[in-house]
């Protein structure tokens, strides 16, 4: 077992979880509640309507119930990025896609676009996609993608933007930065924004 010091996250308890079991409980005492009349108050006419109806209800009971055992102990995770070894693994990613009409190129090259921002040593990173569906669309796409990533990688880096797909990021009411009092910053926003809409990239957004 790893030793404490090295873990990658420690979980803690959430708080307020004594009102959620609270709630829980309040909100059984309402099904079984429920349950109890559909079963001791059958009435004589229209059985089946009201059988149907319990049916739906004891449905709607056990899957509360099933929802219980991941909500009934929540708990938060904080993560410790420094105690990452320096030597970090290679990383195979795989995009999957099949159908561009229920997975639009733009999407697919903004995933693509995003991963290849990854804060990772770029020597250690690979990317794959795999279009079942063989669209020329989604291969202009990616295309498109690998060329606008020439200027979008060196801006997300630079100034550590979040989110990092470019549609996300240029939609966002705020875009995030970690050196926001960087005078070039603006500049080079508007650079890279420009860009992509004067080289018929404007498809990302």
């Known amino acids: 077992m790893a030793s404490p010091n090295y873990r990658l996250f420690t979980p803690h308890q959430a708080p307020g979880r004594a009102l959620f079991k609270l709630y829980s409980s309040l ?29 739906a209800e004891l449905w709607f009971a056990v899957m509360w119930l099933f929802q219980q055992s991941f909500r009934w102990n929540p708990t938060d995770h904080v ?14 990613v795989m ?27 770029v020597s250690k990173l690979a990317f794959y996609l795999s279009d079942d569906g063989g669209s020329e669309l989604t291969f202009h796409a990616a295309y498109q ?19 990092r797909a470019p549609q996300a990021f240029f939609f966002s009411s705020e875009n995030s930065v970690a050196d926001t009092g960087s005078g070039t910053f603006r500049q080079d926003y508007n650079l890279v924004k420009v860009t992509a809409i004067s080289k018929s990239f404007c498809f990302l957004f």
């Open 145 to 163: 993608a690998s060329i606008f990533a020439r200027h979008w990688l060196p801006f997300c880096r630079k100034y550590n933007v979040e989110p």
């Open 27 to 55: 909100f059984a005492a309402g099904i079984f509640s429920v349950l109890y009349y559909r079963l001791t108050h059958i009435p004589a006419d229209h059985r089946l309507l009201w059988l149907l109806l319990s049916l």
């Open 95 to 121: 995009v999957c896609t099949a159908d561009p009409d229920r997975e639009p190129p733009a999407l697919v090259a903004n995933t693509l676009l995003s991963l290849m921002a990854y804060d990772y040593d």
């Open 79 to 92: 993560t410790h990025p420094e105690r990452l070894p320096p030597n970090l693994p290679p990383v195979d």
